[in-house]
């Protein structure tokens, strides 16, 4: 479209800019010039949802029937026993007291991601009723004739009008790191790719433009891919899977027994309410109450760990999401390497030279002694526009901020570095005359005078494209000595220019000349438009090559992902050549491997002979991606290990991710750009980068890097994969407690014995003593090293499997109800009641009106004696539960190796232990709580409580 | 289709033909695992029967170890009332109380003169019946003494059929619970009972007594004792015709066609009173009411 075209369809004029009436009817019909902020749940619903959900629907089931029994109590008998309403009281609490709690951890994080918005308003300098006027860009509307300058965000999506040396910064939208200009000429159909309309919310490097706002708010691209993102629907991470599957078997198993036991009560003769509180009992003792809340306790625990090691977690289940990755899909751009172009190699003296490129400057350095680099670092410094913004002296020279493009500013950077002050190089030689760089020439010159003031030739340099540079050349300069330029030097300068190219690098080519005196005296007028001086017959004096460098701790985390089984997968935005060359630095494609490519290469047959299954390695470009079939994505990523993605668009990143996710994958996503952002929401954990990742990016995310160190994810990995470990752990650790808790309600139905744990007892259990060592678990360190093995695979490894259960619940669970039953036995014995006389006497015992009910020596005892006797045994079961658990927790503590090889080191254990025995001895001696927990005094000969065998399993544990 | 996806994955766990698995685990990894858990068990069984064993062993077998939750023996009385404490007729309605003194039949046939001079000793009154073992020899059997019906005279039942239930002058008779080498009473005083009003809440802070309803009472033996010579009590094993003294109240002007709270309670020397909570640990309480109206 033209610009008159333009014009007309917004309404607007190129010199007045709209009418202020016409702008403000346009921001009511388009509403401001902003992102539509992804959809929040409102707060009562996530209240809600954790109120209701797991084990919380069991439980309120469960204090709905207590209240309901305590209602019918109440109503039929003139003195009701409060148990029922206590016990609904509690359960109620207990609900609402882990649901708040989880709401806060929640809230907590995603408080967390306030902070990240703070965005300051941004202004935006439009013409209106042709007067520039300053005005927040929230109201900025289509049509709107926008002036930006170098430094300015761009407000919306615009239709450049008129620019001078506009560069805009695409990075956060495409993926590419250089700058591109920006002018009025369309030069491409598609709108990402054509010269005149920037972006929204890119920037502009430098260089001044004016145009017509097209597109304001959602409907910019950066609107569209942001509603792309807010569009998908993310996954359960896998942990809470995990947990939902744990829920289901547990919940079925709770009702499962509780209707069994529930019919069985009514067929063997109870009353309703009696068997409702079997139904009761049977819920508490199977639910493990604590659980939930232990859980989220080491989460907690865990993403606070993570914080001190700089990975911001949003979502507290996404801790555990980057210890099961088996994928990882990263950026290239910002996340692997540092975004900032380099130089990387030198070549003069017919010598590759290498230059520094790590981010501290601890990299080798070259021979800086050589007359011809003083030259080349001269041409450079002058031959560059690129500047240091002011007031920046005390920061070190790699962190300045340059006004200037990204290869101009490495250069200046890497000169400023190694020979001084450039700005010092600059006065003294003065610029006289320049043509800047074009890509008709592709080269840019300057004219100066020299640094001896006696000297009046003009000292011209010139710098550009390699191959346009040495056309321009007739000599070479050798130690410092011009040469003349021959074909051995040519074919050296081929196989640099070649070798350079073919890491990625961006190569410049540089050559000077000292302008004869005779023709160009001092004073001449050079023309820069008409060219009216000599600009071949030059000096070649190097090349210069500029990549944007890995960081530095980037290969040795790759190489960590590797050995623990995670595939890294580079997608990018960027050049394949670029791609492969940084894949190849980081470890992504590893040593020895080789492309398809670069098998055809190394035997010389055309690609299509080579055996794609000989090539572990291979780079995919964006517009072949596009062509390929499901299935032979899914072949790819089946059988290359090492896979490149280069010049992918957003929807790509997504159907990468997708293809990961269908062969089973869980995937993780590290990127900073928004072309990122949809990728990162699709992933099973999104990783953005927290300095230089952009807002939409770090919404998308689920875990933030503060450092931008892709190192941190391998600490991830490893937390991650001990918090699976530990949460293991402390799960067998609970549920095991749930078997003597469930026994004595199914021997109390069955067999009429006496009810040997009472449902307050359990919850004095489940809430109590179980809570600390279950949390100290989280604590425990990791048995092997974890980065060495396979990641999870979350079909076969759960959280909870039938190995899990069998061991808590049939091994160790069942030693521990025998030792319960056993104090159980041993109190009833020693006051008179002989197992096998408690055997049906439930429904004596139970009665109120036996007073008189005899014991097996012929004693007499009444209802509230005998109620005595049997508190003392829930006591004495209890204890001998916390006995028991002692041992559990020990050998819950290990899997694999025995407790002599792990050491008790862990102090929040052995704090537990303390706590859950001082605890349970406070819940039986306090006095006063016996009326509280009808609790009693366990006289101290009770302790007897026996703990058999346990170690001999730890060997064989699951 | 990811219903089908489901249902063939499910017939998969359920008997997966490649594998050969049957729920997830082959034929001998099911083997394996049973065979564990059998052996797992029978020797936790066995562990457990062991310790079981051991604790039976460490039992006395005439006395047990903890007695101390009985401290003050419990009172109980017959009839029996069901779970309210009542004991609620009308004296013109046959059916209403003629269970009540079918019960007072059946509970006192054993104590029928024959049958206790059959089973049981005569023993010297007002002093302790007791019967040391010597050293390690068991003086087992350990011999009883008899309590005759007819002790109970009025409410033995022997002259009056219907232990005066038909004539408004009920009998209520009351035991007081074994415990194994209890001594109730020191000095010679044997311990006896006494019943009265039962202070009960009729509001909040508002209590009552029916004192002025019971009217005269009759105990028998005369004074309601429990004679020294039923005491200690040697357990079932070692004193089995063992014939747990009773005491007898008969009501014997009692206000008709009201609620009245009785309360009656052990008086001895040296038995505690009993907790507050426990009702029946030295007393026992109970609701007599008797219809005349038809």
């Known amino acids: 479209m033209s610009i008159e075209e333009v014009c007309r369809k917004f309404q607007t004029d190129i010199v007045q800019g709209l009418t202020n009436a016409k702008a403000a009817e346009f921001l009511i019909r388009d509403g401001p010039n ?76 995603s408080k967390i991601m306030e902070s990240f918005k703070n965005m300051v308003p941004q202004q935006a300098l439009v013409i209106r009723e042709g007067e520039k006027v300053q005005i927040n860009a929230e109201e900025v509307v289509a049509g709107d004739m926008i002036e930006v300058k170098g430094g300015d965000r761009i407000p919306a999506d615009i239709r450049v009008v008129s620019a001078h040396g506009c560069k805009v910064d695409n990075s956060s939208l495409t993926g590419e790191s250089e700058p591109q200009s920006r002018s009025p000429d369309c030069t491409h159909d598609n709108p990402l790719e054509t010269r005149n309309v920037a972006f929204f919310s890119t920037n502009c490097v430098e260089g001044t433009a004016r145009g017509i706002v097209i597109c304001t708010g959602d409907r910019t691209v950066m609107g569209r891919i942001a509603t792309l993102t807010s569009g998908l629907e993310t996954g359960k991470t896998p942990i809470a899977k995990e947990i939902e599957h744990f829920i289901h078997i547990i919940t079925g198993v709770a009702v499962f027994l509780g209707i069994t036991f529930f019919i069985l009560a009514i067929v063997l003769g109870y009353t309703w ?11 508490v003792a199977n639910v493990p109450e604590g659980l939930l809340a232990t859980v989220t306790v080491c989460l907690t625990l865990t993403a606070k760990r993570m914080a001190k090691k700089n990975c911001l977690v949003k979502n507290l289940e996404a801790v555990e999401t980057l210890g099961s990755t088996s994928t990882i899909c990263s950026d290239k751009t910002g996340t692997l390497t540092q975004n900032r172009m380099t130089v990387a190699h030198m070549w003069f003296d017919n010598q590759i030279h290498e230059a520094d490129t790590t981010e501290d400057q601890s990299g080798a350095s070259f021979d800086k002694s050589s007359v011809t680099w003083l030259s080349l670092a ?45 700005r010092l190089t600059r006065d003294k030689n003065k610029k006289v005359a320049e043509i800047p760089f074009n890509s008709t020439n592709k080269y840019q010159l300057s004219v100066h005078e020299t640094e001896d003031p006696n000297d009046n030739r003009y000292l011209l340099v010139m710098k550009g494209a390699p191959e346009r540079i040495l056309d321009r050349c007739s000599t070479i300069m050798i130690q410092g000595k011009d040469q003349p330029m021959d074909e051995e030097l040519k074919e050296a300068f081929q196989n640099a220019y070649m070798e350079l190219g073919g890491l990625g690098e961006r190569v410049l080519g540089f050559c000077h000349m000292l302008l004869p005196e005779d023709q160009y005296p001092k004073g001449f007028a050079f023309d820069t438009e008409d060219v009216n001086f000599q600009t071949d017959n030059l000096c070649f004096v190097g090349l210069m090559s500029m990549i944007d460098p890995p960081r530095a701790a980037v290969p040795d985390a790759v190489g960590k992902c590797r ?56 780079v995919i470009h964006g517009t072949d991606l596009k062509d390929l079939s499901q299935d032979q994505m899914d072949d790819i990523l089946r059988n290359h290990t090492e896979i490149v993605f280069a010049r992918t668009s957003p929807q790509q990143k997504l159907i990468i991710v997708e293809g990961c996710q269908r062969l089973g994958a869980i995937v993780a996503v590290t990127g900073d750009g928004v072309n990122d952002s949809p990728a990162l929401k699709k992933a099973d954990i999104g990783v953005a980068m927290g300095i230089s ?18 190192a941190s994810i391998v600490t991830g990995v490893e937390e991650g994969r001990l918090i699976f470990d530990n949460l293991k752990k402390s799960i067998a650790y609970t549920l095991t407690s749930n078997i003597p808790e469930i026994t004595p309600f199914l021997f109390f139905i069955i067999v009429n014995i006496p009810l040997p744990l009472g449902t307050i007892t359990i919850l004095c259990i489940d809430l109590g003593t179980d809570m600390v060592p279950a949390i100290s678990l989280a604590y425990e360190m990791a048995e092997s090293d974890i980065m060495k093995r396979q990641p999870r695979n ?35 014995a020693e006051n008179g009641f002989l197992p096998s006389f408690l055997v049906g006497i439930r429904l004596n015992w139970d009665d109120r009106a036996v007073n008189d009910l005899e014991d097996s020596y012929g004693q007499q005892w009444t209802y509230e004696q005998r109620k005595i006797v049997e508190f003392t045994c829930h006591t004495a079961f209890f204890v001998s539960i916390v006995v028991v658990q002692w041992a559990d927790v020990i050998i819950c503590k290990t899997r694999r190796n025995s407790v002599f090889q792990q050491g008790m080191k862990n102090k929040i254990l052995i704090f537990g232990l303390f706590e859950e025995t001082a605890l349970a001895a406070f819940l039986s001696y306090c006095p006063g709580m016996d009326v509280a927990l009808r609790i009693n005094i366990v006289l101290f000969a009770y302790l007897i409580s026996f703990n058999p065998s346990g170690w001999v399993e730890r060997e064989t544990y699951y | 289709m990811a219903k089908d996806g489901e249902k063939s994955e499910w017939k998969e766990f359920i008997w997966n033909p490649r594998t050969r698995e049957f729920l997830g685990r082959t034929a001998s990894s099911w083997g394996l695992i049973l065979l564990f858990y059998v052996v797992f068990y029978i020797f936790l069984a066995g562990m457990f029967a062991l310790t079981m064993y051991v604790m039976l062993q460490t039992l006395d077998d005439h006395k047990p170890t903890w007695q101390d939750r009985l401290s003050t023996p419990g009172m109980v009385i017959r009839p029996k009332a069901d779970e309210t404490f009542e004991i609620v007729y009308n004296i013109h309605n046959t059916e209403s109380w003629d269970m009540y003194a079918q019960a007072l039949d059946k509970f006192l046939s054993p104590y029928n003169n024959s049958v206790q001079a059959q089973k049981n000793d005569e023993c010297t009154p007002d002093q302790y019946f007791v019967q040391e073992d010597s050293g390690d020899v068991k003086n087992n059997p350990k011999r009883s003494c008899q309590f005759n019906r007819t002790i109970l005279e009025d409410c033995s039942g022997m002259n009056d059929r219907y232990y005066g239930y038909e004539s408004g002058k009920p ?37 009552r007594e029916d004192t002025e309803k019971i009217g005269e009472l009759l105990y028998f033996p005369p004074n309601g004792t429990f004679n020294l010579m039923y005491y200690p009590y040697y357990g079932k094993k070692a004193q089995v015709n063992y014939s747990q003294p009773l005491v007898a109240v008969k009501f014997l002007n009692i206000t008709a066609n009201q609620d009245v709270n009785i309360e009656c309670k052990i008086n001895a020397n040296n038995i505690p009173i009993g907790s507050e909570r426990d009702k029946f640990a030295g007393r026992v309480s109970f609701k007599l009411r008797i219809n005349t109206n038809n």
């Open chain 1, 34 to 109: 902003a992102l539509t902020p992804p959809p929040t749940t409102p707060e009562w619903v996530k209240f809600c949802r954790q109120l209701f959900g797991g084990f919380s629907v069991l439980l309120w089931i469960g204090a709905i029937l207590c209240f309901l029994a305590y209602a019918i109590q109440a109503a039929t008998e003139d003195d009701p026993a409060g148990d029922n309403l206590y016990l609904g009281i509690v359960l109620t609490a207990v609900v609402i007291i882990t649901g708040c709690f989880s709401y806060f951890q929640e809230a907590k994080s």
């Open chain 1, 273 to 283: 309410l009696e068997a409702v509180i079997f139904l009761i009992g049977i819920i």
């Open chain 1, 378 to 422: 001269r041409i450079a410094g002058l031959c560059n526009r690129a500047q240091f913004k002011a007031g920046q002296d005390a920061l070190p020279i790699l962190k300045r901020d340059v006004a200037g493009d990204a290869s101009e500013s490495a250069l200046l950077k890497c000169i400023e570095l190694s020979c001084g002050s450039v």
């Open chain 1, 563 to 618: 050995s623990a089984g995670i595939k890294v997968i580079m997608v990018t935005g960027d050049h394949p050549i670029t791609a492969k060359a940084i894949a190849k630095g980081v470890g992504i494609i590893s040593e020895g491997n080789e492309t398809v490519e670069d098998i055809a290469a190394r035997l010389n047959i055309p690609v299509s002979q080579v055996n794609p299954r000989d090539a572990k390695a291979c």
């Open chain 1, 693 to 710: 990742g952009s807002d939409v990016s770090k919404q998308a995310a689920d875990m933030i890097l503060l450092d931008d160190n892709f």
């Open chain 1, 794 to 828: 979350p079909f076969r490894d759960k959280l909870v499997n039938e190995r899990l259960i069998s061991i808590a619940y049939g091994q160790i669970g069942m030693i521990q109800a025998l030792g319960g039953f056993f104090s159980y036995f041993v109190i009833l």
């Open chain 2, 171 to 207: 009998c209520i008779i009351i035991k007081l619970n074994r415990v194994i080498g209890m001594l109730p009473g020191k000095d010679g005083q044997a311990p006896y009972v006494t019943c009265g009003a039962k202070r009960y809440k009729v509001g909040k802070d508002e209590w």
